[in-house]
């Protein structure tokens, strides 16, 4: 199976080099053929499947982490089944996806972001971790940005995001935005890389490199914050504005609008005016 996982690994590559989508896949797949052996992929059943569920959840792997290796692995049966009619894939829907359990989404309380943005004194970070926070770009669309996605002379500033399944969407700077990456900009060193933010070495930084910056600042912080709490912040900021929930879902590149909803859900002005109206007028609430 690890001679058909690189074919396909190389596949998803040579589609979007840039994206770290096939990198994924490698690694998911690989997970799966240490617990169900490098079988030919035709052999492997259902119950090899169970297998796989059921070890990955006694290692303590979430339901999200254990469902995007199961979709790996049916990504790889479908483009073998391309080649091969008779592949079918072992992974059953009904019987091996988790439950996911549904949280709601949490943003950034104000003290805890003046505490982390007061210990970064580099301006790349600064810009970084800026536009997670005011234009809700995830850590990967931070990472792949390019100067020529970049508008800046236009008379609303902008830049475009590539996000997942190689999506491109506008992306408006707020003024804060525009300074921190105008800052940047101005020290960024002139070299052939084409990548807005560079590593050490003149280079484009990864995903992991940028989460790692993230982590120093945290602890210097003393606070727990990801990048995808910067995103959240960045959406319910916007709730509480009252922006209407298909902009927010065009501002955030979501391709379904169930999923910017958590977030109106999260903060209901609605909601809250009818519970504190109720309570005035129910006798013992006050």
Same mark, same amino acid.
Not at 172 to 190: D, G, I, M, N
């Given at each position: 199976m690890l001679v058909e996982i690189e074919r396909f690994v190389n596949w998803v590559r040579r589609r979007n080099a840039v994206a770290r989508t096939w990198r994924d896949y490698g690694y998911d797949l690989k997970q799966f053929v240490e617990v169900v052996g490098d079988q030919p992929?035709?052999?492997?059943?259902?119950?090899?499947?169970?297998?796989?569920?059921?070890?990955?959840?006694?290692?303590?792997?979430?339901?999200?982490?254990?469902?995007?290796?199961?979709?790996?692995?049916?990504s790889l049966y479908a483009f073998l089944s391309d080649e091969d009619p008779l592949v079918v894939c072992p992974v059953l829907p009904h019987r091996h996806v988790?439950?996911?359990? =549904?949280?709601?989404?949490?943003?950034?309380?104000?003290?805890?972001?003046?505490?982390?943005?007061?210990?970064?004194?580099?301006?790349?970070?600064?810009?970084?971790?800026?536009?997670?926070?005011?234009?809700?770009?995830?850590?990967g669309e931070v990472a792949s940005l390019h100067l020529t996605d970049l508008y800046l002379t236009e008379a609303r500033p902008r830049l475009v995001?590539?996000?997942?399944?190689?999506?491109?969407?506008?992306?408006?700077?707020?003024?804060?935005?525009?300074?921190?990456?105008?800052?940047?900009?101005?020290?960024?060193?002139?070299?052939?890389?084409?990548f807005v933010f560079l590593s050490y070495l003149k280079s484009g930084l990864s995903t992991t490199a940028i989460h790692k910056r993230l982590m120093i600042?945290?602890?210097?912080?003393?606070?727990?914050?990801?990048?995808?709490?910067?995103?959240?912040?960045?959406?319910?900021?916007?709730?509480?504005?009252?922006?209407?929930?298909?902009?927010? =879902?065009?501002?955030?590149?979501?391709?379904?609008?169930?999923?910017t909803q958590t977030y109106v859900a999260a903060n209901d002005h609605q909601v809250q005016a009818d519970y504190y109206a109720a309570s005035q007028k129910l006798e013992g609430w006050s």
């Open positions: 992929p035709a052999a492997i059943t259902f119950h090899d499947v169970d297998r796989f569920v059921m070890q990955q959840a006694e290692h303590g792997f979430s339901p999200a982490t254990i469902n995007r290796r199961l979709a790996a692995v049916q988790l439950h996911e359990p =549904q949280r709601l989404p949490r943003p950034v309380p104000q003290d805890d972001l003046d505490k982390f943005f007061v210990v970064i004194d580099d301006a790349r970070d600064r810009a970084m971790f800026t536009l997670m926070l005011r234009c809700g770009l995830r850590i995001a590539h996000g997942k399944g190689s999506k491109e969407r506008s992306v408006y700077l707020s003024p804060q935005a525009e300074r921190t990456l105008r800052a940047y900009l101005r020290e960024r060193p002139v070299v052939a890389s084409e600042y945290r602890a210097q912080a003393a606070i727990k914050i990801t990048a995808h709490r910067l995103r959240h912040t960045f959406a319910s900021d916007l709730v509480s504005v009252d922006v209407p929930v298909t902009t927010i =879902q065009k501002l955030l590149g979501h391709a379904w609008l169930e999923t």
